[in-house]
């Protein structure tokens, strides 16, 4: 599985933005799907995440009520609709894959980052 994540910029405090991670790759369908940032100096953070048939997402409290998880199937594609935008949610944002049977919990498909920057 091969994963491209795309829709970062700049937005002003307040605005919004939707991520895409668009898939390649046989049965993407059978992939859950999660969305990660990381901030200049900070670790890496779970943001969100969507299980392959897309019943189940949850939700890092920081972005819980701002953000939300969606999949297209069709079009092999995860959203990450970002709404009311903080300064602090100001990062590289990655999208990452794992098989839904995966024994392990690490996802262990990464797209590229797509920055998101927020100002104040």
């Known amino acids: 599985v091969q994963l491209q994540a795309s829709g970062g910029g700049l937005v002003q405090a307040g605005g919004y933005l939707r991520l895409s991670c668009a898939a390649s790759?046989?049965?993407?369908?059978?992939?859950?799907v999660g969305w990660f940032r990381q901030a200049p100096g900070r670790e890496r953070e779970f943001v969100s995440a969507i299980t392959f048939r897309g019943r189940t997402t949850s939700y890092a409290d920081s972005v819980k009520d701002r953000f939300t998880i969606s999949r297209d199937t069709v079009k092999y594609t995860v959203y990450l609709q970002m709404n009311g935008l903080k300064p602090e949610d100001t990062a590289v944002y990655y999208c990452?894959?794992?098989?839904?049977?995966?024994?392990?919990?690490?996802?262990?498909?990464w797209g590229q980052g797509t920055l998101v920057t927020v100002s104040s």
């Open positions: 990452a894959a794992k098989y839904y049977a995966a024994t392990s919990r690490e996802y262990n498909y």
């Open positions: 790759g046989r049965d993407f369908q059978r992939y859950d």
